[in-house]
């Protein structure tokens, strides 16, 4: 049974980091992509990141490059995602997902395992 669990959230303020970490478990994790995914309140679901199998390709959404940063560690079954310089507008519960194979997508339909997510807020 594939299980993504994340940890990492808080309520910081503009201008500080967070590092987010989604812990794997029940299947070969260094088969798959991983990728980071966010929904705000009354928004829709967004793609912010995402990271080849072997962790040599990355891809990020416009509004994040430069700032977040994804890696893995495949001797932890562990993806992270790196958020620095945090504006308010990236507020929002943050899931990460496992791609159905090893290339790298921003599109959530490639996507078929996701965690429960975890909350970040950036204050003003």
């Known amino acids: 049974q594939v299980q993504l669990v994340e940890s990492g959230g808080g309520l910081v303020q503009a201008g500080d980091s967070l590092r987010l970490s989604c812990a794997a478990s029940?299947?070969?994790?260094?088969?798959?992509?991983m990728g980071w995914f966010r929904q705000a309140p009354g928004k829709e679901r967004e793609f912010v990141a995402a990271?080849?199998?072997?962790?040599?390709?990355?891809l990020y959404a416009d509004s994040v490059k430069g700032r977040f940063t994804i890696s893995r560690d495949n001797t932890k079954n562990t993806v992270y995602l790196q958020m620095n310089s945090l504006k308010p507008e990236d507020t929002a519960v943050y899931s990460c997902?496992?791609?159905?194979?090893?290339?790298?997508?921003?599109?959530?339909?490639?996507?078929?395992?996701w965690g429960q997510g975890t909350q970040v807020t950036v204050s003003s």
């Open positions: 997902a496992r791609d159905i194979d090893s290339s790298i997508s921003s599109n959530y339909y490639d996507y078929n395992y």
């Open positions: 029940g299947h070969t994790f260094s088969r798959y992509a």
């Open positions: 990271i080849s199998w072997s962790g040599k390709s990355t």
